[in-house]
């Protein structure tokens, strides 16, 4: 199995992968979101782990469509237990996604 592996790792007790998204079909994708992903995932690969409970994505469709179509049977993920670890992971990578394209745009990255 061809697993995208995150760079950046804030919880690897937590981590694992997620190697189905549920919910793929039923997405109204945002295309200019899904194409900024599609960049910075091919400039600096895949820097946020997504997060899943229950085999569900809850946090991380776009980062595992984007994996599916370079190649990657799957993706680096945080495997929760609760929704309320889902909320506080999906606000920390949103977090970190908002900064990481500040950065982006500074060209500090």
């Known amino acids: 199995m061809n697993i995208m592996k995150a760079r950046i790792v804030w919880f690897p007790e937590r981590l694992s992968y997620i190697d189905f998204d549920s919910l793929q079909d039923k997405i109204d994708w945002d ?56 909320l ?3 606000n920390f990578t949103e977090l970190c996604y908002k900064h990481y394209k500040e950065y982006k745009d500074k060209n500090y990255v």
């Open 31 to 86: 295309q200019e979101h899904l194409d900024n992903v599609r960049k910075y995932m091919k400039e600096d690969g895949l820097l946020f782990p997504a997060v899943f409970k229950d085999d569900e994505i809850h946090c991380g469709h776009y980062r595992f469509k984007v994996a599916k179509e370079m190649g990657y049977d799957g993706i680096d993920a945080y495997k929760v237990n609760t929704f309320k670890e889902v």
């Open 88 to 90: 506080h992971l999906t």
